[in-house]
Every structure is written in structure tokens, then in C-alpha cells.
């Protein structure tokens, strides 16, 4: 299974876009990519998943480069809602196959203050 | 209408004791899945069922027996708790992935004290 590695906080302020940035060396060919959110208090929630390129939703961007070794999660115009625990999971779940085991990593506190 | 419910949402027990979380999910996912997490916030996984069978054990200590009456249950059961098994327990479900991550679904989580 890919390992993550994702910065442990991050600090902004509202208005600002918000760049967090998942390192994903061994992912594999069927891999995907996918951001959770998680509030205090509560399980984490799906944000966004791609597989390559740009994939955008009403909440999120996220960016893929061609090598896939890494991904970059993008909140534009950050609220203080948008203070929680993003977590980035590199998977692949056929049907009972070992990518069920999603593990998700340490996290990214982002912290967005007035 | 809650998709993923547990119970009890907070449990306070004493060590040795026996106790139990329910998950159920109205969802119609086949996928029903324990997680835990700790102090850190690290979030790991515990058990995975589809269709009421076994899929993932991750190294968990006997301890811990899920049970899975139907499809849309999910039961946690953990025998002489010990100190080290407070935390925060996430049920979750998703459909079986037909390519990439199938988007997981949690409840809102169980903390568990053990004193």
C-alpha cells in the first residue's frame, strides 16, 4: 500500500486559498487518490478523489502531476468552517482486494483564523 | 436521516468489563468497516465486512469480535478492555470499489473510556 506523507498543520486566514500538498512516492498503477475532512467531533467526510490531471467539485480542487508521486489538494477562498483535519489516502479497492485497507495518515491540521 | 448511526456515542466503563457499539447504515452499502483512533488522531483500521463476511482483520487483538447479523450492521464487541483501548471507534460503509477508492461513509463515532 502507498505510504502518505502530508505537512502536519497548516495556518491561513479566510479569503485565502489553501494548497495542501500529499507526497505518494510508491503508488501504484490502479491507485487512486482521495481527501477526507474530518471536524472535531465527528468521522471524516469525502472530499474529492481523482486519478491523474485535474479533477474539480464544488468544494475542492485536486491536482495531480503526470508522475502521480504526489497530489495537491485546493480550498479556494477558505472560511473558518474550513478548520479541520484533511487527510489524503492512496487506494485501490476492487472488490475485496487488499486496497481495502484504506489507511488514513497522520493528517493535516489546517488551522483558518479571521 | 442519519446514513451511518452508532451506539452509544460516549461510553465510560471500567477495566475488564465487556461492552458493545452498534453500527447500522441505511445506505445499501455492502461494505461495513471499524476503525479507531487514537489520542494522535491516527486513524486505522480495524475490521472490513461485505455482505456479512470477514474481509479485514488488521492485526486486532482477540479482544475485539465484530459481528455482522445483515448487511446493514455492523457490531463491535470488546471483551476485558484495558486502558489501551480508549478511543474514538468509526463505523463506516462504502460500496465495493469498482475502480479506485469507493468513498467511505462514517458514522459520528463511539468514545470509549476505559478507567
Known amino acids: 500500500l502507498a505510504k502518505t506523507t502530508q505537512p502536519i498543520s497548516m495556518d491561513s486566514y479566510e479569503g485565502q486559498e489553501v494548497n495542501i500538498t500529499c507526497s505518494h512516492n510508491n503508488i501504484a498503477t490502479n491507485d487512486y487518490i482521495t481527501w477526507y475532512q474530518q471536524f472535531p467531533s465527528q468521522g471524516p467526510r469525502f472530499i474529492i478523489q481523482?486519478?491523474?490531471t485535474k479533477v474539480t467539485n464544488e468544494v475542492a480542487s485536486l491536482f495531480i502531476p503526470a508522475d502521480r508521486k504526489s497530489s495537491t489538494l485546493s480550498l479556494p477562498r477558505v472560511s473558518l468552517s474550513d478548520t479541520a483535519v484533511y487527510y489524503c489516502l492512496v487506494g485501490d479497492r476492487g472488490l475485496k482486494s487488499s486496497g481495502d485497507k484504506l489507511t488514513f495518515g497522520t493528517g493535516t491540521r489546517l488551522a483558518v483564523r479571521p | 436521516d442519519t446514513a451511518v448511526s452508532q451506539t452509544p456515542k460516549y461510553l465510560v466503563t471500567q477495566m475488564g468489563n465487556d461492552k458493545s457499539i452498534k453500527c447500522e447504515q441505511n445506505l445499501g452499502h455492502d461494505t461495513m468497516y471499524w476503525y479507531k483512533q487514537d489520542s494522535k488522531k491516527f486513524l486505522k483500521i480495524m475490521f472490513s465486512y461485505n455482505n456479512k463476511e470477514l474481509i479485514i482483520n488488521e492485526t486486532v487483538p482477540n479482544r475485539f469480535s465484530p459481528k455482522s447479523p445483515d448487511k446493514a450492521h455492523l457490531n463491535l464487541h470488546i471483551n476485558s478492555l484495558e486502558l489501551g483501548d480508549s478511543a474514538v471507534y468509526f463505523c463506516a460503509s462504502s460500496f465495493p470499489g469498482t475502480g479506485g477508492t469507493g468513498e467511505l461513509f462514517f458514522g459520528e463515532g463511539s468514545r470509549l473510556t476505559v478507567l
Open positions: 481523482g486519478y491523474k
